[in-house]
């Protein structure tokens, strides 16, 4: 038997046993899946339509939005707090039409009184960028009236992002902050969110954002929400690094 004859055929042997084993390790299988399926209750997943979302963004453009935010590295740039703003806003609008393209956004600004920037929902990227672009900074005013909503109607999700500067004599983010709690229980149709920051670090705007993206009738509340989970490997060094301190109670 020449030696190419002796190598076809030991190439065929080994590809027969393979073949055998692959079979045979299947059948185990599907044995197991079988015996486990048998002893386990059936679960059925209902098929359920996730509309497209219908996004209003309502930005506060005050004075305190020109406020500078610290860089998030080394060598990192400051950004006034309505620019990281802005560039959040791109980075939420990209993220959702690459999920979904038929989600459309809506742009309004919020200083004495609310007014429309951009009062067509659309889904153009474009669009949306330049009415992104568009937002600036207006004159301080005092407070800002949150209307009266008639009880029991609930037709959207209220999400907030609340950015704060530290507590002091004449400045109380708690306050703020449970009014919002209560506006946002109080019309929010699905699980609404809410987020707030005093530390002035634009990459916490960015993460508290990026977890706003999920979708209201997908989501567990808040109070189950343990994510995003640090990437940076623990030691000593990490644990004895100051965490990330917020001057705000949450509410239970």
Partial sequence: MSLRRLR????????????E??????????????????AAPRYVLNPARISSEDILFCVDVDAESLVEMKATGPGGRPFARLDAIKQSLLLFVHSKLAINPDH??????????????????SSDVESAAA?????S?????DSHILHQWPVNQKLFTLDVIYLHDKPGPDNCPQQVYDALVDVLEHVSE??????????GLTRILFRHMCMLRSHPQ??????????PKSLVKKSPAADSAPAEESAIVPRQ
């Fill in 104 to 121: 459309r956004f809506a742009f309004a600004t919020l200083s004495k009184s609310a007014s429309w920037l951009h009062k067509e929902f």
């Fill in 21 to 38: 084993s692959e079979t045979r390790v299947m059948m185990m299988e599907g044995v197991e899946g079988d015996a486990a399926a048998a």
């Fill in 131 to 135: 009415a992104i672009r568009s937002l």
């Fill in 8 to 19: 076809n055929r030991a190439i065929a042997i080994l590809s027969r046993a393979a073949s």
């Fill in 190 to 199: 699905y699980e609404g969110h809410i987020h707030e920051s005093g530390q």
């Fill in 137 to 141: 900074a207006t004159s301080a005013c």
């Fill in 218 to 227: 997908q989501r567990c509340p808040q109070d189950y929400l343990d994510i």
